[in-house]
């Protein structure tokens, strides 16, 4: 059986998913996820988003809002309810403790060691479906579902070129081809990203810091957990005193070299395997994915750029 919704499970699942959006820039590397709920008379009793991994998850956040008015209520969550002991307890512990009358995910969890909420609610009697605005819902954590799925990490290219597909003049004095919106855009980009990823070249062409320093238009501060800086170094160029090391974040040099280095704390060398472009870029992707790093940021040169792209390695 298909479940049907009304207007107003899609009008409530909608700002359970804008809810879950502010966390976009901190919940790194646990997913987005927003839960409101709407008491039998219509009332929205209670809302919670999740913030920060290790805080609480967003159902226990709206719960707590809502005390006892959510015996009887509606949840809407834009993830499946977890149903594991993680840094946290079961959510679905505390949703059948609140005694509610209904609850409506948006899409099942990817994470196997938390899935499976949906079936144990039903299992003990609760009204519960799967499925309600559930594409918009992954897409908030494109990362984080490709991460659980593939093992490798989403990736993003960022590339400024010019209209005849260049990307700098070749004495290098072009440093920008992008106008100011394009560089605060950029910013968004790299706050929502778990990492930044780019090559030894454009480390010692341009000096960059790689961290985001994202404005909204209404002048704001965001909240942001910095990316971690990845940079691909076969021969372990990587300047010491690179700008790069400058932020409180970790910086990831990827290498082929058996080179030692003396780098800042905050610094991991990783050895992998080479190819004949360079270094084996699938490799990089898994092992990203095996340190939780949900979506990549690639702020590179043509090289790195092409040769991801012809490795089908972008997203
Ligand atoms: C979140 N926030 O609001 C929900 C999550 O280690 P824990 O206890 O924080 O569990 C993290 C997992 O719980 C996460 O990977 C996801 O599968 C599930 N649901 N996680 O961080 C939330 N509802
Ligand atoms: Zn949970």
Redesign the pocket.
């Known amino acids: 059986m298909t479940d049907s919704y009304s207007g107003d499970d899609y009008r409530y699942m909608a700002q359970a998913l804008a809810l879950a959006a502010r966390g976009l820039y901190t919940?790194d590397p646990?997913?987005r996820?927003g839960?409101v709920i709407v008491s039998q008379q219509g009332m929205v009793v209670g809302e919670g988003?999740?913030q920060r991994?290790?805080e609480?998850?967003?159902?226990l956040l709206a719960l707590r809002a809502a005390g006892r008015k959510s015996e009887g209520a509606t949840a809407y969550?834009s993830?499946e309810?977890?149903c594991?002991?993680?840094?946290?307890?079961p959510?679905t512990d505390a949703l059948l403790a609140a005694k509610l009358g209904r609850v409506v995910a948006a899409c099942a969890?990817?994470?196997p060691?938390?899935?499976g909420g949906i079936a144990l609610l039903q299992k003990a009697g609760m009204p519960a479906s799967l499925g309600l605005l559930a594409d918009q819902a992954r897409a908030l954590n494109c990362g984080?579902f490709k991460r659980m799925r593939s093992g490798r990490p989403y990736v993003r290219l960022k590339m400024a070129m010019s209209l005849d597909g260049r990307t700098a003049l070749n004495n290098a004095s072009s440093r920008w081809i992008t106008g100011t919106q394009a560089r605060s855009d950029v910013h968004h980009w790299r706050a929502r990203s778990s990492a930044i990823m780019t090559g030894i070249q454009t480390v010692l062409m341009d000096d960059p810091l790689l961290n985001s320093r994202y404005r909204p238009v209404d002048g704001s501060e965001p909240q942001i957990k910095q990316p971690t800086v990845v940079v691909l170094d076969s021969h372990l160029r990587t300047p010491p005193a690179a700008k790069l090391f400058n932020s409180q974040r970790p910086v990831w040099l990827f290498t082929t070299s058996n080179k030692k280095g003396e780098f800042p704390l905050n610094t991991e060398v990783i050895k992998v395997s080479g190819t004949a472009q360079g270094l084996n870029l699938e490799e990089v992707l898994q092992q990203l994915a095996a340190w939780a790093i949900n979506e990549v940021l690639v702020e590179a040169g043509s090289t790195l750029a092409g040769n991801l792209l012809q490795a089908k390695l972008l997203d």
Do not use: K, S, Y
């Open positions: 919940t646990n997913p996820v839960c988003w999740h991994a290790g609480p998850h967003a159902e969550i993830l309810p977890c594991h002991q993680g840094q946290t307890p959510c969890d990817p994470n060691v938390a899935a984080f």
